[in-house]
């Protein structure tokens, strides 16, 4: 039988404010434990909650990224529930009267674009409707670029900034109804989504098609051998008895609120950036991928193009010679602005457009600059590595190889057209690698056909 | 001489202002007065003696040096053992918290502090707040000093004790749903539960978190104003303290009753209540009658409904509140236990009491899926109706006066064994913590057996300036001031 796979995942993103959500403790990860405490997190007796505005703001700027609906009064909810990290017994959380309701995202699976439906934010936690594993992959990686874009959070999944959740479910093609979904936790990486979703469709399709039930529990994801494991049933299934916080006040957002985050996101997102890049520049979408890693990049390679007065040349540039440098020297973008401003790389760039040095030796002017920070006009002057584009000059040197080439020369005459490129590496090797290429072409084209 | 037993805070703080009387001498008097009578009152849970002398002592000094002194510099004033105090245990009443010392104040009590006031010891309480009797303290029965086989109310029934046994001055309680107003009816103080929002709870180990709220009992009007204006105020740890101006209570009290609109809602005089209250209560509107007041009935309809809703708001915060009680992180931890699960289990089953337990499982209960609708979000609704009773009543009049009690103190043991009875003992102060008004008892007589009858007066959000205004008059009428329990001197 074939079935539709329905796929949800719920992605827990760490803000990235200076102090935790509900007190004033700090929240650096690499601290020693229990050196960013007060009565408050630690849920002493009678210590009470007090919102941090800053976290708000954060999750204001996801929901106005997501497309959200951003609601004008929300409230804080307890999830009650025993656990020995929980000091105080339950989570305050957002129940039924969340933050932002319903968004997307749009991403590319399996070269298909797709409009992600985003159920819900609040404080902690998203939710989206996807029908494949790639898709889920697509999806959660799409999301966190775009809060990592935006600056809520640093996205770093091994420190636990970025969480996932999932859950899965499948219907027999053209049912309606869903059918019964397992919960898969422990999904900490993009790559382990994806997995982890493929062998629990896997495992759903053979007992169905075996005409056995899915039981709705919630399954602990085992990445060394790759398989879901019961985690709880249903019967042990938590009864969290949501109640609405009474130790804070409802949260009132008033549209002022959300104008001034408004004005704190970037001017545009970098899926934005990347879609312009390919449509109105011509580029690759792999180059404009990653010429769009983040805002900085982005950044960076418009200033360089504008210097170079060629966007195309500024993206093979800076996602070749450029990012192999990156990688080798170990070093960043913000490294790589000091040591390499845009203006002077896209200085650089001209000259080999203009014909003053070539694509090699502008390779080699690349390398002292990041050497020696010089300007590339300078490093260029002083090793006299500009390129003969003198015409007489070469001339001159054309008329010595073909004097010095009879038997050549005859059979070139002859119709061996092909001995072009034997005649431009004797003048190139004449002129010491210095003579401008299409120059020496262009001329030495000229005197043979004569 | 002054004797500091019965002397008023205004007067304490004059002794020691003046020199005739040093904060040392008053505080070593008042721990005198507690080594004399409490041994049968019991309504400390701990007497903070060095503690207290060493805060007394730096009062003097800063008179000595001629520093500021504060509006309670050298008051002593006993705290409900529910709110937090820097170094000393705060036990909540309970086996679970017996050892558990905060390393922080209460909001309320570090104000306290900064006043001045030397906190003298802790009081007993029902265990977490829950009861009307202190029987349910895990320790020790508190005792009426009024009569000693009887029950001083509850939960805060050590605080009114004590102030009622001269063993302090003045006492901080808590009021989740009559555990100020009903002791201090049954001690024959005055007590105050202000508007809710308008006392930081940071630091008051919580019960119920919405209807929880912190106030003084004093020996007299005047001294609950006094306190007041101390704690009274917004607090940035308390996101539910309300950010109103605090007005001066104590510059108000003279201005009497004459004029003021008094309500007398009929559903807190039902046929069955007891003659003697009804008396007094009665008595003391006659009394604000002849001071110029105007009396006039009033309804709040939903008032039978208030019991039980009551019962299931409060019984599910509290649920949630009491779950951080594991054995974890502080107090009790089980020994034995082989898995967390295990720990948990046995660390809350030695740790609370039965009515603590009883009270969690309602809580668990009422908010349970499948019954969260039929009993906690009609709750809820009901509350709304409750709140709009008292709305439309301050409509038309300025104060409501009701009995506190529907009867003066009960004997020990005597609903102990039968919670619903002791549940009705607040029927007529659980509507106030629900509607988050400011309401206030104060004594207006005694029974034939010499048992304080009290008298509640109701203000509308935030009326305190009113309520207080009001019980001065009244205080002054009923001439109360000069009976005292038949202690030892
Ligand atoms: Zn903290």
């Known amino acids: 039988m074939t079935y539709e796979t329905i796929i949800g995942l719920e992605v827990h993103c760490q803000l990235l404010t200076a102090s935790k959500i509900f007190c004033g403790c700090r929240t650096r990860f690499g601290d020693p434990p229990n050196t960013n405490v007060c009565p408050i997190c630690l849920g002493m007796p009678g210590s009470l909650p007090v919102l941090n505005r800053t976290a708000v703001d954060y999750a204001i700027r996801a929901a106005l990224t997501l497309d959200c609906d951003i609601r004008p009064r929300s409230i804080f909810a307890r999830k009650n529930y025993f656990y020995p990290d929980l000091p105080k017994g339950y989570q305050i959380s957002m129940y039924d009267q969340p933050l932002a309701v319903g968004g997307h995202l749009d991403i590319e699976a399996g070269g298909a674009r797709r409009r992600i439906g985003i159920t819900r934010i609040h404080m902690e936690e998203d939710a989206g409707d996807l029908r494949s594993p790639e898709e889920a992959h697509a999806y959660y990686s799409a999301l966190r670029n775009l809060l990592v874009d935006i600056g809520v959070t640093d996205g770093n999944m091994e420190e636990g900034s970025l969480r996932c959740d999932a859950n899965v479910s499948l219907r027999p093609k053209g049912q309606a109804a869903f059918g019964t979904k397992a919960e898969l936790k422990n999904l900490n990486s993009f790559r382990f989504v994806q997995k982890a979703l493929e062998y629990e469709i896997r495992r759903q399709t053979q007992l169905l098609d075996a005409g056995q039930r899915v039981a709705q529990e919630t399954r602990l994801y085992d990445s060394e051998e790759d398989k879901t494991y019961t985690m709880r049933s249903k019967e042990e299934a938590h009864d969290y008895r949501y109640f609405p916080e009474p130790d804070l006040l409802p949260l009132l957002v008033e549209k002022e609120w959300i104008e001034e985050v408004r004005k704190s996101l970037p001017a545009k997102l970098l899926s934005q950036r990347r879609e312009e890049y390919i449509t109105a520049y011509g580029l690759l979408a792999q180059v404009a991928t990653t010429l769009t890693s983040s805002q900085p990049m982005a950044d960076y390679f418009e200033a360089t193009a504008t210097a170079a007065g060629d966007h195309k040349a500024a993206a093979n540039w800076i996602s070749g010679e450029v990012l192999a440098r990156m990688k080798e020297g170990g070093f960043d973008i913000v490294v790589l602005k000091s040591k390499l401003p845009p203006e002077r790389l896209g200085g650089l760039i001209a000259r080999v457009k203009d014909g003053t040095v070539s694509g090699s030796t502008g390779k080699e002017v690349l390398e002292t600059i990041l050497r020696t920070g010089q300007d590339p006009d300078e490093v260029i002057r002083s090793s006299g590595l500009a390129q003969v584009s003198d015409e007489g000059a070469l001339e001159e040197a054309i008329e010595k190889v073909v004097a010095a080439s009879p038997g050549q020369l005859a059979q070139y005459k002859a119709g061996k057209t092909t001995l072009l490129g034997y005649f431009v590496g004797q003048v190139l090797k004449a002129t010491g690698g210095k003579a401008n290429p299409a120059l020496v072409n262009r001329l030495l084209k000229e005197r043979l056909d004569r | ?489």
């Open chain 2, 1 to 489: 001489m002054t004797d500091p037993s019965r002397a008023t805070i205004a007067e304490l703080r004059d002794l020691v202002v003046s020199g005739r009387m040093s904060a040392s001498e008053i505080c070593k008097a008042h721990l005198g007065r507690t080594r004399a009578v409490d041994d049968r009152v019991k309504a400390y849970r701990s007497v903070l003696e060095r503690q207290a002398l060493a805060e007394a002592d730096a009062v003097d000094r800063a008179r000595r040096e001629s520093r500021p002194l504060g509006p309670l510099a050298g008051v002593p004033i006993a705290v409900k053992d529910v709110l937090c105090t820097q170094g000393t245990p705060t036990t909540c009443g309970s086996r679970i918290l017996e050892n558990f010392v905060p390393y922080y104040d209460a909001t309320c009590v570090a104000r306290l502090r900064e006043a001045g006031a030397v906190i003298i010891g802790k009081t007993n309480m029902d265990e977490f707040a829950m009861g009307s009797s202190t029987e349910n303290s895990a320790f020790e029965v508190t005792r009426n000093p009024w009569d000693l086989t009887r029950v001083p109310g509850g939960s805060s029934g050590g605080s009114a004790a004590a102030v009622a046994a001269g063993m302090v001055p003045a006492a901080l309680g808590t009021d989740t749903g009559g555990s100020i107003r009903q002791p201090a009816a049954l001690c024959g103080v005055p007590g105050l539960k202000p508007t809710y929002g308008r006392v930081s709870r940071y630091g008051l180990v919580a019960f119920a978190s919405s209807l929880d709220q912190a106030g003084p009992f004093g020996r007299t009007v005047a001294d609950v104003a006094r306190i007041l204006q101390v704690i009274a105020g917004h607090d940035p740890l308390d996101s539910t303290s309300a950010p109103e101006p605090v007005p001066d209570y104590l510059g108000g009290l003279e201005r009497g009753i004459a004029g003021l609109r008094i309500g007398v809602p009929k559903e807190y005089f039902p046929a069955g209540l007891d003659a003697e209250v009804h008396g007094s209560v009665r008595a003391a509107l006659a009394a604000a009658e002849r001071l110029g007041a105007s009396i006039d009935e009033v309804s709040l309809p939903h008032t039978e409904y208030a019991i039980p809703t009551y019962y299931i708001i409060a019984t599910a915060e509290a649920s949630s509140n009491l779950a951080r009680y594991d054995g974890v992180r502080y107090g009790l931890r089980a020994a034995g236990a082989p898995d967390i699960a295990q720990l948990f289990r046995k660390t809350r089953n030695a740790g609370f009491g039965a009515e603590v337990k009883r009270r969690i499982m309602l809580g668990t209960y009422v908010l349970s899926s499948g019954y969260y609708d039929a009993y906690y979000l009609k709750g809820q609704k009901v509350r709304t109706l409750i709140r709009r009773d008292f709305e439309d009543a301050f409509r038309r009049v300025d104060l409501l006066i009701t009995p506190t009690t529907p009867s003066a103190a009960f004997r020990i043991g005597e609903k102990v064994d039968d919670p619903l009875a002791m549940y009705l003992s607040d029927i007529f102060t659980v509507t106030i913590n629900l509607a988050g008004l400011p309401g206030m008892s104060i004594p207006c007589g005694l029974t034939r057996d010499g048992l304080p009858i009290g008298a509640q007066i109701i203000g509308p959000r935030f009326g305190e300036d009113v309520v207080l205004r009001a019980a001065a008059a009244l205080e002054g009428a009923m001439q109360f001031r000069d009976r005292h329990p038949p202690l030892p001197r």
